[in-house]
């Protein structure tokens, strides 16, 4: 029996080559090809694709700039599938080093040139026996569920479906439609949410002022979950304790901008999943995936174009 056919483009790189062909799969031009695997952006992307093309993965997680250039919409008789949840792990990790960094009041020390013990006691912080809201508990959640699970900390999880998600430390599980009850309960809030239109300022001034003074949110979905000038406003009044964002709004952020100087936010230029960790992962999700399509089973992350992710 013949080997499926799959093509690499817009460059075929020996890492993915072989991600394919680990899969159970052959590389093969796209003319000839069932599926293509796509290692750049939207807008390189062919205008028109064979008619024999099943199914497309694509390079990034989050997909609204595919939306945006209209390229899924295009092609409704194709499945596209996301690498989301290929870079979990590292984005996860990077979430709960900005969490971390912020309930032990490390942005402030790091600052100090002088022996401020005193004074930096007070707002030094534990995650023991906290609530985190893990807003958007995909991927990215579900690996920091699991880092979480030794410091002793509540997750109160919330997903789309609220379907219950079962793991160490969850306490509950909520439906988006719950979203608005959180804010109040909760001691800090990672987001991890897609960005659509109805995920847009998910944060905005009325939410921040339910939390609490100590609250540090942390962003490494997208910055339009955030309503930046009503983070900027809570942060200098200490509605909240801080944020920490590997994504904002606008992105790049501007040298000058006030998050830049606020000293109880933490921003990193979107490098939660660098280069040299993303082409490794993102094998490894090809290979799993080309395992499914070649056996006929579900892809994964599977794009919901009608959900706009």
């Known amino acids: 029996m013949s080997s499926t056919p799959i093509a690499i483009g817009p460059a075929v790189t020996p890492l993915l080559e072989r991600a394919v062909t680990d899969g159970g799969a052959t590389v093969a031009d796209l003319g000839q090809a069932r599926a293509l695997i796509w290692n750049s952006g939207p807008a390189d992307f062919p205008a028109e694709l064979p008619a024999g093309i099943e199914w497309v993965q694509l390079f990034s997680a989050g997909v609204e700039e595919w939306f945006a250039r209209g390229v899924l919409q295009r092609f409704p008789a194709v499945v596209f599938t996301s690498a989301a949840g290929a870079f979990a792990h590292s984005v996860a990790e990077h979430a709960l080093a900005m969490l971390l960094a912020g309930v032990r009041y490390l942005p402030q020390q ?7 013990q005193t004074e930096f006691f007070p707002h030094i912080g534990t995650l023991r026996d906290t609530t985190i809201a893990i807003v958007g508990a995909g991927g990215i959640g579900r690996e920091l569920i699991a880092l979480l699970e030794p410091f002793g900390a509540r ?3 919330v997903t789309r ?5 079962s793991a160490p430390g969850v306490v509950e599980t909520l439906p988006a439609s719950r979203l608005p009850e959180i804010w109040s309960r909760v001691d800090h809030v990672v987001v991890g949410a897609p960005a659509t239109p109805e995920t847009r300022h998910l944060i905005g001034k009325e939410e921040l002022a339910q939390l609490k003074p100590t609250s540090w949110v942390i962003n490494i979905a997208r910055g339009s979950l955030i309503d930046t000038d009503a983070l900027v406003a809570a942060l200098r009044d200490g509605t909240i304790g801080g944020a920490g964002l590997d994504v904002t709004d606008p992105e790049p952020l501007p040298d000058g901008h006030p998050l830049w100087e606020l000293p109880n936010a933490i921003v990193t230029p979107h490098d939660s999943n660098p280069p040299q960790l993303r082409a490794a992962a993102y094998a490894a999700h090809v290979t799993d995936n080309v395992a499914r ?3 006929g089973g579900d892809l994964n992350a599977r794009i919901d174009v009608a959900a706009g992710y």
């Open 110 to 116: 790091l600052r100090a040139d002088s022996w401020r």
């Open 155 to 157: 997750i109160v999880a």
């Open 161 to 165: 479906s609220g379907t219950p998600i």
């Open 293 to 295: 399509f070649v056996s």
